[in-house]
């Protein structure tokens, strides 16, 4: 018989480890960078307006690399709510008042707060970093306004400041820009102006008497945006010949002191003042609106000018029938 020989196999365990290793969610090659399409923002305001646009927009590009979990935010804020924008002699523009529309949006003011300055900024962008867009590209362009609606007493003047864009990673290693700096300036022009509700006014006359009113009461409308400087805003009625306010282009002349006006339902007082616009003898001051402090640094007034000619004394009981002709001026000025 044939014998078999038995063999035996002792198998050994064999043991497979596998090693997993996780990368950090950041690593030094983390970076975040930023750059602005321009560096300066001008502005041409316009007083008590609620809207006044800068001169161009602003694009900031935020480049990123970041690891996962994060946060990627963009900001722009000023470093003071209260004077973002100073004319460097107390009077300022507050961050409140300055407004940011990014990409199209509704613009929003700057009174938010963001990690570098309290209630005066705001957020661009948020975007969360996930596995896919790791890298990546924003753009944030920025237009801009000024209401200077809630500024009443704001004076004509030259304001300047500094708007700051910067972008940051809230996630682990906290990676972020330096500060990305707009010089903004904001110019606010004197303006003076005056409209009359009508530049024409006809009188009835009768020989000898007292009463002739006008046919129509005359509205000096004045409006005015001026320095802290000025002291005062006067407005005056005169004719430049105290002698012969009207004439009849034959040697028959109604002097301005029988020209009356009453100004805002006061007395009639007759034009025979020097008044500075004209520096002759037939004017009258009709109003003046003094400038203390901050007040009245932008404003208006309305005087309402009532007329009369009284031909009862002198030679004026005299004079021959005819048709009167006569520029009476109207105007403001401020002082100094």
């Given at each position: 018989m044939e014998k078999l020989n038995s063999v035996s196999l002792r198998l050994g365990t064999i043991m497979l480890v596998l090693v997993l290793s996780a990368s950090p969610a950041w690593s030094t090659g983390s970076s975040i960078m930023m750059t602005l399409s321009g560096a300066t923002e001008q502005f041409s305001l316009n007083a008590n307006s609620s809207t006044n646009f800068g001169n161009t927009n602003i694009t900031a590009s935020t480049t990123w690399n970041l690891g996962p979990p994060n946060t990627l935010n963009v900001y722009a804020y000023f470093a003071s709510s209260t004077t973002a924008l100073t004319d460097a002699a107390g009077h300022n523009i507050p961050s409140s008042s300055f407004y940011v529309g990014d990409n199209g949006r509704v613009l929003s003011a700057l009174t938010g707060n963001t990690p570098y300055a309290s209630g005066s900024g705001i957020q661009l962008e948020s975007i969360d970093i996930t596995p896919f867009n790791k890298t990546g590209t924003i753009n944030d362009t920025m237009q801009f306004s000024i209401n200077t609606a809630a500024l009443s007493q704001l004076p004509a003047g030259t304001y300047t400041g500094t708007l700051y864009v910067q972008a940051s990673a809230a996630g682990p290693g906290k990676e972020q820009t330096t500060p990305q700096a707009i010089l903004v300036t904001a110019v606010l022009q004197e303006s003076l102006g005056l409209t009359l509700s009508s530049r024409s006014v006809t009188f009835a006359l009768a020989a000898g008497q007292a009463n002739n009113p006008g046919g129509t009461n005359i509205t000096a409308a004045t409006s005015w945006v001026v320095k802290p400087s000025r002291t005062a805003l006067n407005v005056y009625a005169y004719f430049?010949?105290?002698?012969?306010?009207?004439?009849?282009?034959?040697?028959?002349?109604?002097?301005?002191?029988?020209?009356?006006?009453?100004?805002?339902?006061?007395?009639?007082?007759?034009?025979?003042?020097?008044?500075?616009?004209?520096?002759?003898?037939?004017?009258?001051?009709?109003?003046?609106?003094?400038?203390?402090?901050?007040?009245?640094?932008?404003?208006?007034?309305?005087?309402?000018?009532?007329?009369?000619?009284?031909?009862?004394?002198?030679?004026?009981?005299?004079?021959?029938?005819?048709?009167?002709?006569?520029?009476?001026?109207?105007q403001a000025q401020v002082t100094p």
């Open positions: 430049s010949n105290g002698s012969a306010a009207l004439t009849d282009g034959a040697g028959h002349d109604i002097p301005s002191s029988a020209f009356y006006i009453a100004d805002n339902a006061g007395s009639p007082v007759a034009l025979t003042n020097s008044v500075p616009p004209s520096g002759g003898n037939g004017g009258l001051q009709l109003g003046s609106t003094t400038m203390l402090g901050n007040a009245n640094r932008t404003g208006s007034r309305t005087d309402v000018m009532v007329f009369n000619i009284d031909l009862s004394t002198g030679v004026l009981p005299q004079l021959p029938a005819g048709i009167y002709n006569g520029i009476l001026t109207i």
